[in-house]
């Protein structure tokens, strides 16, 4: 593994491109990427392709990503001046592969949760359902769900949201309505990010950073979020990357912990990498007491095939 430079508010995007460079379904794909594909030039998905290419150099020295974040501040209209958060980041990398053809379209896929949508209002029971996706799945670490993963999965099912002020198009009225999701098809790589950021207030002051305690394996089985679980298709998930962050919301760090293969686990501080263990990894559950210490905000999940 090889380091990335930080040129002072980069450390989110750094960490990203490691989960990226990581990903073993990217791996092969991100190398058939052609300029022809995209309108413009100096594209994100150019640009990545170049510096994993770079990465997978047998040299030691870190790699420079600032083509990488020019583009990418073209795509987005983001300067990157200042640190965003590693979810804006991941967002923007992904939406930029997918906005050209065959090969790009087909990484965002890896990443491509389809899911189900009933909406009942609550005063005629009319019923909708729509088709939707998501490159993400949020995790809520406060209310009643539990504050482990394999747990929070089992009752993430039966969560049902309520949102108020609903105007129903059928009855007429101003009420309230009920949406249900079911999870459709899994792809093979899961990302899930973290509810750490609360609003307490009516503004941008009052947004405070959670670091209470949610435990995750190292392995998960994601067939209690589907509506109808593929018998053909593992539902079984192996983690193998985790964006951790410390410090508080408006000032702080981004580093990767990253499982190699075989190799096992090794964190990604910006230029510096180096082995750490799963116990490493596992102190990422919470912050404590202690605003410095890294908390997890993304995790990342493979499939596991039925061989393994």
Same mark, same amino acid.
């Given at each position: 593994?090889?380091?990335?430079?930080?040129?002072?508010?980069?450390?989110?995007?750094?960490?990203?491109?490691?989960?990226?460079?990581?990903?073993?379904?990217?791996q092969?794909?991100?190398?058939?990427?052609?300029?022809?594909?995209?309108?413009?030039?100096?594209?994100?998905?150019?640009?990545?392709?170049?510096?994993?290419?770079?990465?997978?150099?047998?040299?030691?020295?870190?790699?420079?990503?600032?083509?990488?974040?020019?583009?990418?501040?073209?795509?987005?209209?983001i300067?990157?001046?200042?640190?965003?958060?590693?979810?804006?980041?991941?967002?923007?990398?992904?939406?930029? /592969?997918?906005?050209?053809?065959?090969?790009?379209?087909?990484?965002?896929? *890896?990443?491509?949760?389809?899911?189900?949508?009933h @909406?009942?209002? /609550?005063?005629?029971?009319?019923?909708?359902?729509?088709?939707?996706?998501?490159?993400?799945?949020?995790l809520?670490?406060?209310?009643?769900?539990?504050?482990? *993963?394999?747990?929070? @999965?089992?009752?993430?099912?039966?969560?049902?949201?309520?949102?108020?002020?609903?105007?129903?198009?059928?009855?007429?009225?101003?009420?309230?309505?009920?949406?249900?999701?079911?999870?459709?098809? *899994?792809?093979?790589?899961?990302?899930?990010?973290?509810?750490?950021?609360?609003?307490?207030?009516r503004?941008?002051?009052?947004?405070?950073?959670?670091?209470?305690?949610?435990?995750?394996?190292e392995?998960?089985?994601?067939?209690y979020?589907?509506?109808?679980?593929?018998?053909?298709?593992?539902?079984?998930?192996?983690?193998?990357a985790?964006?951790?962050?410390?410090?508080?919301?408006?000032?702080?760090?981004?580093?990767?912990? *990253?499982?190699?293969?075989?190799?096992?686990?090794?964190?990604?501080?910006?230029?510096?990498?180096?082995?750490?263990?799963?116990?490493?990894?596992?102190?990422?559950?919470?912050?404590?007491?202690? /605003?410095?210490?890294?908390?997890?905000?993304?995790?990342?999940?493979?499939?596991?095939?039925?061989?393994?």
């Amino acid at each position: 593994m090889r380091g990335l430079i930080n040129y002072g508010t980069h450390c989110s995007i750094n960490s990203i491109v490691q989960c990226l460079y990581e990903t073993r379904e990217l791996q092969d794909l991100i190398l058939c990427v052609d300029e022809r594909e995209y309108q413009a030039h100096n594209t994100v998905a150019m640009n990545l392709k170049a510096l994993i290419q770079e990465m997978k150099e047998k040299e030691r020295s870190p790699c420079d990503p600032g083509f990488l974040i020019d583009s990418m501040s073209v795509y987005s209209g983001i300067s990157f001046n200042i640190q965003e958060d590693s979810d804006l980041v991941f967002t923007c990398i992904i939406n930029a /592969l997918a906005d050209g053809h065959r090969t790009g379209k087909g990484i965002r896929k *890896l990443w491509d949760i389809e899911y189900e949508e009933h @909406m009942r209002c /609550l005063s005629c029971n009319t019923v909708r359902s729509v088709l939707k996706n998501a490159n993400t799945i949020p995790l809520s670490i406060e209310g009643t769900l539990p504050n482990e *993963l394999q747990e929070y @999965m089992k009752q993430y099912a039966d969560n049902t949201r309520t949102a108020c002020d609903w105007h129903c198009t059928n009855c007429h009225r101003e009420t309230q309505l009920e949406i249900m999701s079911k999870v459709v098809s *899994l792809p093979p790589v899961v990302c899930m990010k973290l509810g750490r950021v609360r609003n307490i207030g009516r503004d941008t002051a009052h947004i405070v950073k959670i670091g209470t305690r949610f435990a995750f394996p190292e392995t998960v089985d994601l067939k209690y979020i589907m509506k109808e679980p593929k018998a053909s298709v593992s539902t079984i998930y192996e983690l193998y990357a985790v964006v951790a962050h410390c410090g508080t919301h408006y000032r702080g760090h981004y580093t990767a912990y *990253l499982r190699c293969g075989n190799r096992g686990w090794y964190l990604a501080d910006d230029a510096q990498v180096s082995v750490c263990s799963w116990a490493d990894v596992k102190n990422t559950y919470e912050a404590g007491s202690n /605003l410095y210490h890294g908390v997890a905000y993304m995790l990342m999940y493979h499939r596991k095939s039925w061989s393994n």
